[in-house]
């Protein structure tokens, strides 16, 4: 069986995108999961929730020696609004995905990404998505690790966007 966090290298790779609180505070849940869809990614994990302290601190482990780390700790948790889990399936979908983002931080970000497009500032760049296939894996088994939180089906457009020949 596939297991969740997908088989990367393959047309069912799977990364953890999320639309961080101020993504979701200024209403741009719909935007990015609409991106997604478009461009003929399989939305196969979906859940609102306010993380609890312990769940950020391990997705953001490696950054535990920053400056910012108490206060990017925060920002994720505190609830003045919740988080947007999503687990994207699809050819590519890691590479693609921080594409699709931008940089980092958004003064760099191109015009058509998404914090290119929507956000200004390093410290509110409104989402997140795995950097590698190692990420992937840990991030969607960490967010989506419960049984039956991420789901297999059949997109009846896959053959219309899935083809080498
Ligand atoms: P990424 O989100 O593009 O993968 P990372 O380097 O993994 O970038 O950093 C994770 C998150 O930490 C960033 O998206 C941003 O929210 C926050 N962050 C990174 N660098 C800074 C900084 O210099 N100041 C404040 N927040 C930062
Ligand atoms: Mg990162």
């Known amino acids: 069986a596939l297991p969740v966090y997908g088989a990367p290298g393959t047309s069912k790779e799977r990364t953890f995108i999320a639309v961080k609180p101020d993504g979701v505070q200024r209403n741009l849940v719909g935007e990015i999961i609409s991106r997604f869809e478009r461009r003929g990614y399989k939305l196969v994990g979906l859940k609102l929730l306010v993380p609890p302290v312990e ?30 889990g999503m687990v994207w399936e699809g050819p590519s979908v890691i590479k693609q995905g921080r594409i699709m983002l931008g940089a980092t931080d958004p003064k760099n970000s191109g015009t058509g990404t998404i914090r290119g497009d929507f956000c200004l500032s390093i410290g509110r760049n409104i989402v997140h998505g795995s950097d590698s296939a190692e990420s992937a894996e840990k991030e969607i088994s960490l967010w989506f690790g419960g049984k039956g939180e991420v789901v297999n089906w059949t997109s009846n457009n896959e053959e219309w966007v899935i083809s080498e020949n």
Do not use: C, I, Q, W
């Open 55 to 84: 769940l950020a601190k391990e997705h953001y482990a490696d950054l535990s020696s920053k400056p910012f780390f108490a206060g990017l700790v925060d920002y994720m948790t505190n609830g003045r609004a919740p988080v947007v």
